[in-house]
C-alpha cells in the first residue's frame, strides 16, 4: 500500500483520536519524508529492518546526526510502524530492533540572574513602534523567564487563561496533553497587567493572550522568532525561549524552591528529569555542602 496514503491516514488517527499536537504531527510528517527520501521506499510492504537499519546508518554515517535527532526519528517511525501493524498492513515492527545511541548528558543552559535582568531591560527599552508591542514582548518573555512555559504552550495560551485575580496561569493540554497551574510572582503580574491594558487599547478580541501587532489573531511560531531574533541581535546574548525556561528553574532552585514543586510547575512527567536542574544550580550546590558537618572544624 502506498506511504503517503498510510502516512495521512496515521496522521489523521494521531490527531483525532490520540488528541496529538500539530508539532507531534508535523514531526511525523517530516520523519517520513526524510525516511522515503533516503531509502526511496515508496510501499509500505518494502518497510523492511534492513532499509530502516539503513536509515540511521545514513543518517549518522552521511548526516552527522546527533543522538538526540535519531532517537527522535526513531520514535516516529516506531509510532507510525507500530500502527501499520495494528493495522494489519505490516506483520511486524520494523524499527523495533533499532538500538538508540548513547545520548549526551549535557547540563541544561540557562542564563544568569543577571543576564535574564538584563534581557528584560532590553526588551521595555527597545524602541518599537508602539507601546503595545513593547509590552507584549516584556510580557512573553517575563511568562518564560517567571513561569517556564514552553514555546507552543505560549502560542496556545489563551485571555482567560492569565488570571491576575488568582495569582495564576493555567496551561491547558501541555506537553503529554496534562494541563497544569502555575502561580504568577509579583513580576509577571505586574507585566501581563500593563500589556493587557495595551491589549485593550488596541482592541485585540481574540482568544489568544498574545497577539499580533497588525491582526486581531494569536501570534504565530514565525512572529515569536522574530522577537527572539531581535533581541539576540540587540543584546549579542545567544538565548532561545527554551534556554529561558530552563533559566526558570534553575533560578527557582537557586532561590530555595522545591524540587516537587518546580517539577508541577515545568509540568514534568517525572521528577527524574527536573532534578537534572540540580547539577546546573552551583547556588543550590553551594548552600548543600555547607550542611557538612565537618566545614567549620
Not at 546527533?66 to 526513531?74: E, H, R
Request: aromatic share 10%; proline share 4%.
Amino acid at each position: 500500500m502506498d506511504m503517503d496514503i498510510l502516512l495521512e491516514q496515521f496522521c489523521k488517527h494521531s490527531q483525532y483520536m490520540r488528541g496529538f499536537t500539530p508539532a507531534t504531527i508535523r514531526r511525523y510528517r517530516t520523519t517520513l519524508k526524510v525516511f522515503r527520501r533516503f531509502t526511496g521506499v515508496t510501499q509500505i510492504e518494502q518497510c523492511t529492518p534492513e532499509k530502516v537499519q539503513e536509515f540511521f546508518y545514513r543518517g549518522r554515517s552521511e548526516r552527522a546526526w546527533s543522538p538526540s535527532t535519531f532517537v527522535t526519528y526513531l520514535n516516529s517511525l516506531l509510532a507510525f510502524f507500530r500502527w501499520c501493524v495494528k493495522e494489519e498492513h505490516l506483520p511486524g515492527n520494523p524499527a523495533e530492533s533499532i538500538e538508540p545511541p548513547r545520548q549526551e548528558k549535557g547540563l541544561p543552559r540557562n542564563l544568569t540572574e543577571q543576564a535574564a535582568l538584563r534581557l528584560l531591560q532590553t526588551v521595555e527599552n527597545y524602541p518599537y513602534w508602539d507601546a503595545f508591542t513593547t509590552r507584549r514582548n516584556h510580557a512573553i518573555l517575563a511568562t518564560v523567564i517567571f513561569a517556564g512555559l514552553r514555546r507552543q504552550e505560549l502560542l496556545r495560551l489563551q485571555l482567560i487563561h492569565a488570571d491576575l485575580a488568582a495569582l495564576s496561569v493555567t496551561v491547558r493540554r501541555g506537553k503529554g496533553n496534562k494541563d497544569r497551574v502555575i502561580p504568577m510572582n509579583p513580576a509577571l503580574v505586574r507585566s501581563l497587567g500593563r500589556y493587557l491594558q495595551e491589549r485593550r487599547k488596541a482592541h485585540k478580541t481574540c482568544p489568544e493572550l498574545f497577539t499580533s501587532s497588525v491582526r486581531n489573531a494569536g501570534l504565530t511560531s514565525d512572529g515569536m522568532k522574530g522577537i527572539v531574533a531581535t533581541l539576540r541581535k540587540v543584546t549579542g546574548m545567544r538565548f532561545g525561549l527554551h534556554q529561558l525556561r530552563h533559566t526558570f528553574a534553575t533560578l527557582m532552585l537557586e532561590g530555595g524552591g522545591d524540587l516537587f514543586a518546580l517539577s508541577k510547575m515545568m509540568g514534568h512527567s517525572d521528577i527524574k528529569i527536573t532534578a537534572i536542574y540540580l547539577s546546573a544550580t552551583i547556588g543550590h550546590l553551594r548552600g548543600q555542602i555547607a550542611k557538612h558537618p565537618l566545614s567549620y572544624v
